[in-house]
């Protein structure tokens, strides 16, 4: 059970949290992955002390191209949850632009949309547009979006806090976008399911939720599309990804490398990192489910 979030700490855009004591302050960077020293099979901690620290900082996730990251924090000098992005400017990666979260941050796969629950922003020039609504299919009431994730098709894949934890697909058919619906048991099994990503040519999704067989919290599940379009059964991504804490919210790097996600490492003191690994995990899973399907 997730004993340290409540409903509303876990789903909702606009959330309180206890202020860290310190300011953050972002050096400038250098080199590929914000000069990181990449992980291999086992996750590790995302650039620690500078974007992970003893705060609160989830939903990292590099724009298609690799020259900018975004991730979201709270507490400090930042007094509502704030999306802080940085830009490589030659070998240079440094803070270039900040704003009040409103959706969590995903990207259209050609990096010309940043999408943010039911509405996005379009890129302009070296900046973004102001946000917007998608369809009005996408602004039900009942409906609680949390994240929206788009393959390179136009195929929309998002969640429901307000409808016991659904994750929901929209495909785009000869142009036109029918009603979203509920995806099957594969996904939709378990608690707490959210915040899907999938893949830019849809052969796989990933999800997290909270399953029987589990670590011991929301672990990271991923299926992978089969030769009859159906989706493959869901398997959870091993202990070189999850863990016994909150492991949730992944994304995977465009260049296809590294998974990022979230980890609740000390929550009940509002200490969450991001944490990523080597993809390879994805290619192994696969060639997995190929021989056991």
């Given at each position: ?37 990449v ?5 590790e ?12 900082e ?7 191209g ?13 007094k ?9 400017e ?28 039911e ?6 020039g070296n ?7 998608l ?25 429901d806090?307000k ?34 990503f999938?893949?830019?040519?849809e ?37 070189g ?17 590294y ?22 995990i ?7 489910d190929?021989?056991?399907?």
């Amino acid at each position: 059970m997730h004993s340290y979030w409540t409903r509303s700490a876990l789903f909702f855009s606009v959330l309180a949290v206890t202020a860290i004591s310190h300011a953050r302050e972002f050096p400038e960077l250098q080199g590929p992955y914000m000069g990181q020293a990449v992980p291999g099979n086992r996750a590790e901690v995302f650039a620690p002390d500078i974007v992970s620290t003893d705060g609160w900082e989830v939903e990292g996730v590099f724009a298609p191209g690799m020259r900018e990251f975004y991730f979201t924090t709270n507490g400090g000098e930042y007094k509502v949850p704030t999306v802080v992005g940085f830009r490589q400017e030659g070998d240079i990666w440094k803070k270039y632009t900040e704003f009040q979260r409103d959706g969590e941050v995903t990207f259209s796969p050609d990096g010309q949309r940043m999408h943010m629950a039911e509405g996005y922003r379009d890129r302009v020039g070296n900046g973004w547009s102001e946000r917007k609504e998608l369809d009005p299919i996408f602004q039900r009431e009942d409906w609680g979006i949390m994240r929206l994730s788009a393959s390179a098709k136009g195929t929309y894949v998002f969640d429901d806090y307000k409808s016991e934890d659904l994750i929901r697909i929209s495909p785009l058919v000869g142009g036109e976008r029918p009603e979203p619906v509920a995806m099957g048991p594969v996904v939709n099994t378990g608690e707490w399911t959210a915040h899907p990503f999938i893949a830019p040519d849809e052969s796989y999704l990933i999800w997290d939720s909270e399953r029987e067989g589990g670590f011991g919290d929301s672990d990271l599940y991923i299926s992978f599309r089969q030769p009859d379009e159906s989706w493959g059964p869901a398997i959870n991504m091993g202990k070189g990804v999850n863990s016994d804490k909150w492991d949730a919210y992944a994304t995977v790097t465009s260049d296809g490398k590294y998974l990022l996600f979230n980890r609740g490492v000390d929550p009940e003191n509002n200490n969450i990192d991001i944490y990523w690994v080597s993809a390879d995990i994805i290619s192994q899973l696969k060639t997995k489910d190929l021989q056991e399907n």
